[in-house]
C-alpha cells in the first residue's frame, strides 16, 4: 500500500510568489491534514478535511493560506503572497475511519522564501 | 495554549540498553497519544499509539500512560544505532483531530 506522497518535496520562491503545494493521502483515507514545522519549533497543525469539506482550520496562519481538496482525494495548500516566515516543512498526514485518529505522514515540502 | 513538553536531549545510550523517552502534557482532555519516530529529513513514522492508563508493548518499544500524572513515556529495549532518531510525542486535541506535537527528543545509540 502506497503512503502519503507530497510534491515538490523543495521549493524555493521569492517573497511575493505564490506557490502550491500538494499532497495525495493513502488510498481511501477520508481524513486529511496539514501541519507545519517552522524551523526551532514543534509541528503544527494547520487544518483538517473530511472528504471534500474543511472540518477545521482554526490553525491556518492567515488569509493568504488557501487549502482545497476538491473530489475528497488529493489536496492542494497554495500560499499566496509568500512571506518570509512561511519558510519551513508542510506536512500532509492522512487517516481512516479509526477511533483512535491515527494519523500517517507524508515526507513533507521543504518551502524556503527567500 | 495547549502543550507537550519534550526533553530535547540529546539522549545518548549504548547499544543493548533501554532508552527511556518521557513526555508531559497540559491538557487534561487529551485521551489518545501517539508516538512517532523521525529520521534527518524524513517524515514522521507513527511507532506506538496509547490511550488506556497502563502500559502497552509492541516488540522492543513500551509505551506508558500515566493520565493522573498527565506524563506518557517510551521505552526501547535493546536500543540499536539504527533507533537513533527523533523521536516526537504527540497528543490528540480535544476535538479528537489535530495532532499537538511536542519538539522532539533525539535519541543516540552508540554501537
Redesign the interface.
Known sequence: EA??TQFPSHSVIEKGQTVTLRCDPISGHD?L?W?RRVMG?????LL?FVKESK??E??MPNNRFLAERTGGTYSTLKVQPAELEDSGVY?C?SGGTSR?????????TRLTVL | QKE?EQNSGPLSVPEGAIASLNCTYSDRVSQ?F?W?RQYSG?????IM?I?SNGDKEDGRFTAQLNKASQYVSLLIRDSQPSDSATY?CAA??Q??????????TTLSVSS
Not at chain 1, 519549533?41 to 497543525?45: C, N, R, S
Open positions: 503512503g502519503v481524513n491534514y501541519y519549533k514543534e509541528i503544527k497543525f483538517h472540518q477545521d482554526s490553525g506536512f498526514a483512535y485518529n491515527e494519523q500517517f505522514f507524508g515526507p513533507g | 507537550v489518545s501517539f512517532y524524513k517524515s514522521p513514522e507513527l499509539s490511550y516526537l490528540l486535541n476535538a479528537g483531530t489535530a495532532l499537538i506535537f511536542g519538539k522532539g
